[in-house]
């Protein structure tokens, strides 16, 4: 599976942006997490095989929804209300298992290569 992640770019805070993760095979469940400079990563949300089952980090919750749309085997993440401090490189990945730790990097099987995503205030 290889995963292409677009979407990102310059936004001025208070913006919005969709980030898309396209899969070249099936999808799985699907986590978005995010890399600021000098930062680990750390996990941003989390959407399971048929949609039904959703997590986000608590700073994004109320701002952020993850979708997906498995005919067209694309994870989406709208980034609503976007502030200087979610400026990051945001990777998706996929994992083959799903329910827990979800948050864990090492639970996930695949990974995409990232999207730059800048707020500026």
């Known amino acids: 599976v290889q995963l292409q992640a677009s979407g990102g770019g310059l936004v001025q805070a208070g913006g919005s942006l969709r980030l898309s993760c396209a899969a070249s095979?099936?999808?799985?469940?699907m986590g978005w997490f995010s890399q600021a400079p000098g930062k680990e990563r750390e996990f941003v949300s989390y959407?399971?095989?048929?949609?039904?089952?959703?997590y986000y980090a608590d700073s994004v919750k109320g701002r952020f929804t993850i979708s997906r749309d498995n005919a067209k085997n694309t994870v989406y993440l709208q980034m609503n209300s976007l502030k200087p401090e979610d400026t990051a490189v945001y990777y998706c990945?996929?994992?083959?298992?799903?329910?827990?730790?979800?948050?864990?990097?090492?639970?996930?099987?695949?990974w995409g290569q990232g999207t730059q995503v800048t707020v500026s205030s």
């Open positions: 095979g099936r999808t799985f469940n």
């Open positions: 990945a996929a994992r083959k298992t799903g329910g827990q730790s979800v948050g864990v990097m090492t639970q996930y099987d695949y």
């Open positions: 959407i399971s095989w048929y949609g039904s089952i959703t």
